[in-house]
């Protein structure tokens, strides 16, 4: 079974949902290929590093109500063992840190880049709109990082980074994470492990009823 998964690395709850993805595929008998597909919660330029904080108390009306919202993000975080530290973390945009998960995808490094990637974001608290960065990050993974900069300082995937940011809209994607199971069955948000591998089972279900 393929499943998609429409995500942006400076989503929190789309780090929680690959995290429990992984959980439910643990215990899950059947053959999976899992792809990530690329999604930005704001194209919008960032044209100097800012601390994630301060601006997600402009997106969501001042700290007041910030506070309580990254409160319950850790909180769930640390139930599956991931280390969020929102205080470090550096507002980006992630256009270069997906044309890099695309790049590391096709050297079989995918999965691992953007596990990386999404620590970097929230625990390291590194800015991952940086090529200078990026390479670095993707160094940690086995890549050359020299080769990775000289990549994102090309037009390389630039073209077909867009199209794909354009299809997943064109397809209905508007909220991340959104899984697609087969192609054709919709989950979306960071479910838990239970109701994802309920969902396995039943599109295995379908699947083989249809044929």
Known sequence: MEIDIYADVVCPWCWIGRRRLDLALASYEGKVTVRQRPFQLDPTPVTEPRPLLTALGEKFGGPGRVGPMVSQVTEIGATIGL??????????????????????????????????????????GVDIGS?????????????????????????????????????????????????????????????????????????????????
Request: without cysteine; hydrophobic residues 50%; negative net charge.
């Open 83 to 124: 280390d969020f530290h929102f205080e470090r973390a550096i507002a980006a945009n992630t256009f270069d840190a997906h044309r890099l998960i695309g790049w590391a995808d096709e050297r079989g490094r995918g999965a691992e880049m953007v596990e990386t990637l999404h620590r970097a974001h929230f625990t390291d």
């Open 131 to 211: 090529a200078e960065v990026l390479a670095a990050v993707a160094a940690e993974v086995g890549l050359d990082g020299a080769e990775v900069r000289r990549f994102l300082d090309s037009e390389a995937g630039v073209a077909e980074l867009t199209d794909e940011l354009a299809a997943a809209h064109q397809i209905g994607v508007t909220s991340v994470p959104t899984f697609v199971f087969a192609g054709k069955y919709v989950v979306a948000g960071a479910q838990e492990p239970a109701t994802l591998l309920a969902a396995l089972a039943e599109v295995e279900r379908r699947e083989a009823a249809d044929g």
